[in-house]
């Protein structure tokens, strides 16, 4: 196919599969692979952010796996639960 595309005027590349982008030297060097250990999974690899900042603290931290379904649904409903009860003593 891309034989067919080198006299065509127009634009085009090859697309990588999945193991071929995780596995690609660009990939690797930027460092866009994170592995995260979860408790519950194992190893897992993750993609990185894939802009730099010049100031680290506005560079997404990817060092932790997402959090399980519920596992901050006390806290959220309890920080909820005080914002009502000011609101309802403020009125």
């Not at 994170?34 to 730099?52: I, N, Q, W």
């Not at 997404?60 to 309802?88: N, Q």
Request: with cysteine.
């Amino acid at each position: 196919m891309e034989n067919l595309l080198h006299n065509c005027d127009c634009c085009f590349t090859r697309v990588n599969n999945l193991s071929e982008a995780v596995n690609h030297p660009q990939i690797k060097e930027l460092g866009l692979i994170t592995e995260v250990e979860d408790y519950a999974y194992g190893t897992l690899s993750l993609s990185g952010f894939p802009a730099g900042f010049t100031e680290n603290s506005l560079q997404p931290d990817f060092t932790e796996p997402a959090p399980e379904p519920g596992e901050h649904t006390k806290e959220i409903l309890k920080e909820f639960i005080v914002i009502t009860l000011k609101k309802l003593k403020s009125n």
